[in-house]
């Protein structure tokens, strides 16, 4: 079964930039998505196809899907960024979703 | 305002039933693919299931094949998960999330969940 793999922790200190990586076999070739859940709340969608925002999603999100890896980009990280961020892809034939483990963004 | 609330969360024992639902409002419910997916104590999120806009086609993680079956009725807004075979892994936060109208993309609004403990 297809997987996505993520870093279980990643620091950043305020105002730099944060890489998020989720790697998979030929994931540049899917669609990849990003949620963004912090404590006691539910997953917001922060970057999908890709490197689409949403509606109301800060500019300092960014994405990028090339290869084997897709990547979570915050530009001038804040302390609010700080919380837990999800990849997922889909594949079409087997009608599956696939979430990557999550990764802990602690700003400091 | 896209609102999804989940309900139907309980305490259970091992082998046991119960149904999940999600009332869904602020969105023309039949146009779009809905999900369930859950996330046990401290860990990640897990896919557990999608319904097609019109219910005419459904899948399932293979941890929940044969043991859950999700439905909607369109008429009334409303997304259910039928849970038989309960066991304790199944112990979870249940969230409900609205997709598109492709029947697999990303998950644009997300409920509160419900929570499913199944006990030994």
């Known amino acids: 079964s297809y997987e996505l793999t993520q870093p279980p922790s990643l620091s950043v200190s305020p105002g730099q930039t944060a890489n998020i990586p989720c790697s998979g076999d030929?994931?540049?070739?899917?669609?990849a998505c990003w949620y963004q859940q912090k404590p006691g709340q539910s997953p917001v969608l922060v970057i999908y196809q890709d490197n689409e925002r949403p509606s109301g999603i800060p500019e300092r999100f960014s994405g990028s899907n090339s290869g084997n890896t897709a990547t979570l980009t915050i530009s001038g990280t804040q302390a609010m960024d700080e919380a837990d961020y999800y990849c997922?892809?889909?594949?079409?034939?087997?009608?599956?979703?696939?979430f990557g483990g999550g990764t802990k963004l602690t700003v400091l | 305002e896209v609102q999804l609330v989940e309900s139907g969360g309980v305490v259970v024992q091992a082998g046991g039933s119960l149904r999940l639902s999600c009332a869904a409002s602020?969105?023309?419910?039949?146009?779009?693919?809905m999900y369930w997916v859950r996330q046990a104590p401290g860990r990640g999120l897990e896919w557990v299931s999608l319904?097609?806009?019109?219910?005419?086609?459904?899948n399932y993680a293979d941890s929940v094949k044969g043991r859950l079956t999700v439905s909607r009725d369109n008429s009334k807004n409303s997304l259910y998960l039928q849970m038989n075979s309960l066991r304790t892994e199944d112990t979870a936060l249940y969230y409900c999330?609205?997709?598109?109208?492709?029947?697999?993309?990303?998950?644009?609004?997300w409920g509160k969940g419900t929570t499913v403990t199944v006990s030994s």
């Open positions: 602020g969105f023309s419910f039949d146009d779009y693919t």
């Open positions: 319904i097609s806009w019109d219910g005419g086609s459904t």
């Open positions: 030929k994931l540049g070739d899917k669609f």
């Open positions: 997922q892809a889909w594949d079409s034939s087997s009608v599956t979703v696939i």
């Open positions: 999330a609205k997709g598109e109208r492709e029947l697999v993309t990303h998950m644009d609004a």
